[in-house]
């Protein structure tokens, strides 16, 4: 009964594949958030996703995409990975656009080699 | 945009002693700001927050100010535990519609000292 989840846990891959993660949450939740965590352990928002509307971080590469199949879902799509994507990488949730509560996954360690 | 700071990186306080760490923003319209404690190799989980219309909140030993003048907001942690060793967020969202996402702070490493 995992409130947010992510497949994998773990993603190893070489440069220049194409990989996706998934996300799920079975809180009814409204809006969902994709976030990455570099070594340093800052945490960047990349994507908002709210009632089919998609707010894109403006740093973000657009080598990322996020697709949406219904509002349980938040699915992360890479093409051509490169080296500066290994990270870990956090889907959220919450309720609203505007009600701040937010509920992050597991997490998806991502190593490009 | 937001932007957070949040201070010190690392904070090392003797297990009993109360631990503070501090987060400033920049954005006058943030109206909301969470705290997420992170254990190694977990995901970020929210401990408490509190709202741009109240000043103070507790929860237990762990408690959460707000000057919304001065634009900065505080954790205090009382009587340490070890289990409250780990690494600790602040962060802010702010006003208006489409669902942007929260600004984090760069964490603070607290440890606590047997």
């Known amino acids: 009964d995992t409130a947010v989840s992510q497949t994998p846990k773990y993603l190893v891959t070489q440069m220049g594949n194409d990989k996706s993660i998934k996300c799920e949450q079975n809180?009814?939740?409204?809006?969902m958030y994709w976030y990455k965590q570099d070594s340093k352990k800052f945490l960047k928002i990349m994507f908002s996703?709210?009632?089919?509307?998609?707010?894109i971080n403006e740093t973000v590469p657009n080598r990322f995409s996020p697709k949406s199949p219904d509002k349980a879902h938040l699915n992360l799509h890479i093409n051509s990975l490169e080296l500066g994507d290994s990270a870990v990488y956090f889907c959220?949730?919450?309720?609203?656009?505007?009600?701040?509560?937010?509920?992050f996954g597991p997490g998806t360690r991502l190593t490009v080699t | 945009g937001e932007n957070v700071e949040q201070h010190p990186s690392t904070l090392s306080v003797q297990e009993g002693d109360s631990a503070v760490i501090k987060c400033t923003y920049s954005?006058?319209?943030?109206?909301?700001f969470p705290w997420y404690k992170q254990e190694l190799g977990k995901r970020p989980q929210l401990i408490i927050d509190?709202?741009?219309?109240?000043g103070e909140k507790k929860d237990q030993r762990i408690a959460v100010t707000l000057n919304k003048t001065a634009k900065h907001f505080s954790l205090h942690i009382t009587e340490t535990q070890p289990e409250d060793s780990a690494v600790y967020f602040c962060?802010?969202?702010?006003?208006?519609?489409?669902?942007?996402?929260?600004?984090f702070g760069k964490g603070t490493h607290l440890i606590i000292q047997p």
């Open positions: 962060a802010a969202k702010g006003r208006g519609g489409g669902a942007d996402g929260l600004t």
């Open positions: 809180l009814g939740h409204d809006t």
């Open positions: 959220a949730s919450s309720p609203g656009p505007s009600l701040g509560e937010q509920y």
């Open positions: 954005d006058s319209a943030s109206n909301y």
């Open positions: 509190i709202r741009s219309n109240v």
């Open positions: 996703y709210n009632n089919k509307e998609l707010i």
